[in-house]
């Protein structure tokens, strides 16, 4: 009797794998958001994250931390007490994400890398956006390659790295595209260097758009320089919210003696002696004043600012945030 042949099962791609595991991330990270923040999201419909909405409404006397933007001054000169009008969320809000994933992200030494906290915080604001027919899009940044130093004889300007790789998504309504829109997110793969955080900041300022709100989410390492003017420009029309992810150590290092270090973007090796206090030292003062210099720069163009980092609960913080700006609103503050 002849025996049966035996049935091979078809081997899996490694891109197979890939897609099942970020479904399957996506859809932790969906049930998360929702456990979490829907019971934010209850009771009268209000804007996004960092603003009070864009349609106008009735009119109230000022208070400190009110934005002047929104003197209402002809019930001043009737009243002559300095007025505010308040304002409501339009029905369908239009939010756009810009994403930055350069190599510097592909880092982390808390529980997550923070390119995982990178896509969580996508997630979550695509969450809280498309509800009642809101339309989100993304810009996402991934790598430039990085520029090798001029030679000891190289004569004229040294070459400059390009803006990277920088793709927009476009926004769209419903459950169905917003999922879309998050699997493309998370599928982007991380190329070496680093994309210029500036350009894509800019490309939410083109071509204009209706007043909407605006995410910018990155560990704003580029130089200050590059992306705060376009972020004071995307300011004027829109609500900012700059989200900065930050790792532990990128804040201190710990004593653990020679410590090699790569850096992501160039892939030069460095060993560094953290045994010596005085480097730890200076190392974290030089730190705190990076990102206080960003802190100071956020604050400058008026964005509201959330840190997120890969060593704590970053859903607790965000919801957090979400309660808090959701307070400053109910005193009549915008931040």
Same mark, same amino acid.
């Given at each position: ?28 990270? /969906? ?10 999201? /209850? ?67 808390? /529980? ?21 027919? #809101? ?12 520029? +090798?130093? +001029? ?37 982007? !793969? ?14 939410? #300022? ?58 992501? !973007?160039?892939? *030069?090796?460095? *060993? ?8 730890? /030292?200076?190392?974290? !003062? +030089? ?49």
């Amino acid at each position: 009797m002849a025996r049966a042949a035996a049935v091979t099962p078809p081997t899996r791609r490694p891109a197979d794998v890939s897609h099942d595991r970020t479904e399957a991330v996506l859809s932790r990270l /969906q049930l998360l958001v929702t456990r979490k923040l829907d019971g934010l999201l /209850q009771g009268d419909y209000a804007g996004l994250l960092p603003g009070p909405g864009s349609e106008a409404g009735e009119s109230r006397e000022y208070r400190p931390g009110d934005d002047v933007r929104r003197m209402d001054w002809p019930v001043t000169a009737r009243t002559t007490m300095p007025h505010v009008r308040r304002t409501v969320a339009d029905r369908e809000l239009e939010t756009w994400l810009a994403v930055d994933l350069s190599a510097s992200l592909d880092f982390g030494t808390g /529980q997550w890398l923070k390119r995982d906290v990178v896509v969580a915080a996508a997630a979550a604001l695509t969450h809280l956006t498309v509800r009642g027919g #809101n339309r989100i899009g993304a810009v996402v940044g991934s790598g430039a390659e990085p520029v +090798a130093p +001029a030679g000891r004889w190289r004569r004229g300007p040294a070459p400059v790295a390009g803006p990277g790789v920088l793709t927009r998504l476009p926004a769209r309504a419903g459950r169905k595209e917003a999922h879309g829109l998050m699997r493309a997110i998370a599928g982007t !793969e991380i190329r070496p260097g680093r994309s210029d955080l500036g350009a894509l900041v800019d490309m939410l #300022n083109r071509p204009p758009r209706r007043r909407g709100v605006a995410v910018v989410i990155s560990d704003f390492l580029a130089p200050v320089p590059q992306w705060a003017r376009p972020l004071r420009k995307l300011r004027v029309r829109h609500d900012v919210l700059a989200i900065e992810v930050v790792d532990p150590r990128e804040l201190d290092l710990p004593d653990v003696g020679v410590l090699p270090v790569v850096d992501p !973007e160039t892939g *030069e090796l460095h *060993e560094v002696q953290t045994a010596d206090p005085r480097l730890r /030292q200076r190392y974290a !003062e +030089a730190a705190a004043a990076q990102r206080a210099e960003i802190s100071a720069a956020l604050r400058g163009a008026g964005a509201a600012h959330l840190r997120l980092r890969t060593d704590r609960d970053w859903l607790l913080d965000m919801v957090r945030f979400v309660a808090a700006q959701r307070h400053a609103r109910t005193r009549g503050t915008t931040r």
